[in-house]
């Protein structure tokens, strides 16, 4: 396997028409000052998931729920995509066939422009009617009442994947069959430690892509990876997809 990622790039023969995917977890808005979980000073070393994040902890205390899910909304509000967010559109560009997958909920990919991507844990300013279902965008911050409650009386829940229930059926099927298609896979700032999500890059490696990882640290995706490129998101990335651009024909 080749080591250096310029030269495993120069191999793929890549073409306007490959298929190309990502997959990003919180290092990638690290740089935009929003908190990861994992790292140092990582959320789930001050906050414990299920305290805050479970089905169970919004029954017994939906403010208490909300009040985090509000400050983490005023953080975000707060922040803007970094270059690598930008580079993840400018690399969609390039291709006919692209998938962004994330497994953040910050909304700084969408902000940042790309248009093909699939938010697995959901979107931290949309809402859900717990009684019907709905889901609308809310990007009052701070949040007026706490909890918030629907038109229809009943309350709001966060429209977030909270531990110990499914992803959206679309959004992950979605997601595992771009990976399976993928002729080239960055994955860039995740732990690769939380499923469904951590085994795509298995799917796309398995289907035969090529995997490049982004991560300043070793990750359990590093040994399945072709190549990492180690350091920070906004530095390396809009490197990356230059040389990606200069290998595509
Ligand atoms: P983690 O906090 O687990 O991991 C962040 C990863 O980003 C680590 O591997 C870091 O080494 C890396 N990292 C840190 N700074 C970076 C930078 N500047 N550039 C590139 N990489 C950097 O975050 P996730 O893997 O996204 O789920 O966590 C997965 C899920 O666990 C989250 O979506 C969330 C959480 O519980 C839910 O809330 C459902």
Partial sequence: MPQDWRAGLAGLDLSRDSYVTVLTGAGVSAESGVPTFRGEDGLWKTYRPEDLATPQAFAADPALVWEWYDWRRGIIAGREPNPAHYAITDLENIFERFLLITQNVDGLHRRA???????????????????EGTTMENLEVPLASIPPHCDCGALLRPDIVWFGEALPEGA???????????????????????????????????????????????????????????????DVLPEVVVAIRSFTS
Avoid at 226 to 234: E, L, N
């Fill in 113 to 131: 422009g790309t248009r093909n991507l699939v938010e697995l844990h959901g979107y931290i300013f949309g809402v859900r009617c717990v009684a």
């Fill in 172 to 234: 992950i099927l979605k997601a595992m069959e771009a990976s399976r298609a993928s002729d080239l896979m960055l994955v860039v700032g995740t732990s690769g430690v939380v499923y469904p999500a951590a085994s795509l890059p298995v799917l796309a490696k398995e289907a035969g892509a090529f995997v490049l990882e982004i991560n300043p640290d070793p990750t359990p995706i590093t040994p399945l990876a072709d190549v990492t490129v180690r350091g920070k998101a906004g």
